[in-house]
């Protein structure tokens, strides 16, 4: 069976690495410079950063520069997203190096753009699916965007290579993932799928391990980390031995 992959999230809001509560606004905690997050857990052994520019999915400014700078100081894989909508910022992102870059609010409302883009682009292109029940989100996750699997399907047949599925009542809430909405997703797709939002222990990740066979190819983790719940080596050893 395929390894999970883990991506420690390096999330920059105000220029400060953050992890949100249910991605509203002034939730969760502060974890200081970006930089100095992502080389920690380059160090420790992380081979993807998922890195996000907060203010630019909440349109309140962006951190471009920063994660340019960041994104350009590490070694590992970089999954970037935030606020990439048209051709100025993708073509930013990509120029970052990063491995490839999620589209969230644009796959909502520019879907000829973001067909374009997957076709340009292919697999450096993955589509971020952030959920409450079926209704994804976008704007920061303040507007509703449609259904989850009319959107699945949309994207599927315009060869979106990977989703990123992030259910919002659970992101930072360390109450576990929503494995269910995984397995629904999965069984609607035969594209991998990167588990976002809830992650609070190893029994999390073995549970998550446990559906590589059905399509989860990764996981995002980010409060968990930060707080301690688990170090980054016990989560990798975890993984390693399948
Ligand atoms: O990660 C968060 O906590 C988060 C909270 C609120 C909005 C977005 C969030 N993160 C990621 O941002 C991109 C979406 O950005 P955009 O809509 O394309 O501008 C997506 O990867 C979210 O998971």
Known sequence: MAKLELL????????????????????GGRYGEPLAAALAWQEAGAEWIHLVDLDAAFGTGDNRALIADVA?????????SGGIRDDASLEAALATGCRRVNLGTAALEEPEWVAKA????????????DVRGTTLRGRGWTRDGGNLYETLARLDAEGCARYVVTDINQDGTLTGPNLQLLRDVCARTDRPVVASGGISSLDDLRALAAMTGEGVEGAIVGTALYEGAFTLPEALALVREG
């Open 8 to 27: 420690p999230a390096v999330d920059v809001r105000d220029g400060q690495a953050v992890q949100l509560v249910k991605g509203e606004s002034g939730t």
């Open 72 to 80: 350009g100081r590490l070694d590992v894989k970089i999954e970037l």
């Open 118 to 129: 997957i076709a340009a682009h292919g697999d450096r292109i993955a589509v971020g699916l």
